[in-house]
């Protein structure tokens, strides 16, 4: 007669219910973690295309007057994944929004920090090195662009950034931020439907 203790050593029943409960919670990780990535590369897809018609639609004439209503086609079609989205450009939420962008800029060129010369070679302007006041408000700028779209042939910068609540409940186990933010820009010249307004490029010394 076989002993009770080796029966039990020997003993296979159960053993497939053990594996599956350690190896469960691993798998509905991974799975709820590729199905988070891949809702987000979904509705960044989605998010590039609307932006893109939106800016074309923008830079025609009478594009600048119709900004919001342009910013509202872009979350409609944004609405079958995402819900609920308000306008809010705070950088923490809690609950899903959107915040549209515009800079505008004389040319392509001027699409970069205002030039300067690096007398001391240490890469950063400092104060006395001459610059070149691109957008003409007497300030260096690291980004010259004024806001909104634009006149005629300028060059405009548009980004709409949405952000919203994770679809999957990964961020608690993975310590992720429990809402996503998805981003997309371009960039677009306005079409000449009258004369170009184009700012003097003055030097400034101080």
Known sequence: MVPARKRLVEDLCGATLIEFALICPVMLLMVMGLGDLLYRAYAQSILTGSVQKAARDSAIEGGASNAATIDGQVITLMKPLINNLTNNCASSVSTGTWCATRKSYDSFGEVAPEPFTDTNS????????????????????????????GGASAVTLYTMTITYPRMFPVAGLMKLSPMQTITASTLLKNQPYAGQTVNVNATICI
């Open 122 to 149: 240490n890469g950063v302007r400092d104060p006395g090195e001459c610059y070149t006041d691109e957008n003409g408000n007497g300030a260096w700028d690291a980004d010259p662009g004024l806001n909104g779209q």
